[in-house]
């Protein structure tokens, strides 16, 4: 393959070197079934047990509290439809964001018609939840309050420390989707009060098809996938050992790295996002820039369609994304664009670029150039762009 430069993590990570030699074992040589008597599949016991510890520990969880998934969206749709089918009884109420990934969204949709009412926050220009309209939305009814750690498309980090306060102030459980920010950010879940969270393997330089669910012990949620007594009898299905074994060594390598990896990824987030606002005129930078994952940049170029430029980029050599990866072949803008205030023409015009640990300046550099020049390009064939000149001149 051609050199490229690859500016998008937030859909997916490479699997580190250290993580497939980790897995291949399990392929091979120790691959037995985890739930048999003898030696072999002893092996692959232990080595799920000792991936579930390593992530217990990062999250400052209990051991019997983590519990294997097939990745971020499984997580997401246990915590929801399992905590709606529990708590029935209690309520009928879940409130989330607008901000949502889908596996969050389609899923409260789901349960929309079952019967389950939701609340969808609003949150401001930066994308950030507004804690009054949080509390005013709580009802006797309430039974689950789920918002992101930080949003995949914009980055912004939500007040999580609040929210967790606010839910066990009022006897109401608190489930987060981390899938970005597991990695990226430390989380402590009994400092947050998060009773259940969301993490996936690929997003932190794992394995694909494997994530987790923390459900803090007392939590009465119950089986996502019925079948043998897998995960303490909630979760059915044969143990994904290599995938396991590569979701624990990615964990025990971010948090080892964690703080120099993203003080370098926030200096060169800082330098991308200064850079084009400042050599690209029309262009606005979404999300917060304070509470923000170190390696997420996000803007909206006025004029131009994101599309055409993520395609001219390609032929550049350079990936990016115009928002969440599982929504990339919908011709709509973003949802999360919309709802922090954004019109469809400028919506329209964005560009996601989310850097990694062997992201370079000199890659960066590379990038700006070509979305200056794209950028350019697509505007002198833009009619809008034209009217615009002609009646406001070169003033921005």
Known sequence: MEKFIYLDNAATTKTAPEVVEAMLPYFTEYYGNASAVYSLGSKSKEAIAKARKIIADSLGAKDNEIYFTAGGSEADNWALKATAEAYREKGNHIITSKIEHHAILHTCEYLEKQGFEVTYLDVDENGVIKLDQLKAAIRPTTILISIMFANNEIGTV?????????????????????????????????????????????????????????????????????????????????????????????????????????????????????????????????????????????????????????????????????GSACTSGSLDPSHVLLAIGLPHEIAHGSLRLTLGADTTKEEIDTAITAIKKIVAQLREMSPLYEDYMKKNGSQQ
């Open 158 to 322: 939500e007040p999580v420390a609040e929210i967790g306060k606010i839910a066990k102030e009022r006897g109401i459980l608190f489930h987060t989707d981390a899938v970005q920010a597991f990695g990226q950010i430390p989380i402590q879940v009994d400092e947050l009060n998060i009773d259940m969270l969301s993490a996936s393997g690929h997003k932190l330089n794992g394995p694909k098809g494997i994530g987790f669910l923390y459900i803090r012990k007392g939590v009465k949620i119950r089986s996502y996938i019925h079948g043998g007594a897998q995960e303490r009898k909630r979760r059915a299905g044969t143990e994904n050992v290599p995938g396991i074994v590569g979701l624990g060594k990615a964990v025990e390598l971010a948090f080892d790295t964690m703080e120099e990896r993203t003080a370098k990824e926030r200096e060169l987030r800082d330098y991308l996002l200064k850079t084009v606002l400042k050599e690209v005129p029309f262009t606005r930078v979404n999300g917060s820039r304070t509470h923000r994952l170190p390696n997420n940049a996000n803007f909206c170029f006025q004029f131009i369609e994101g599309e055409s430029l993520l395609i001219m980029l390609d032929m550049e050599g350079i990936c990016g994304s115009s």
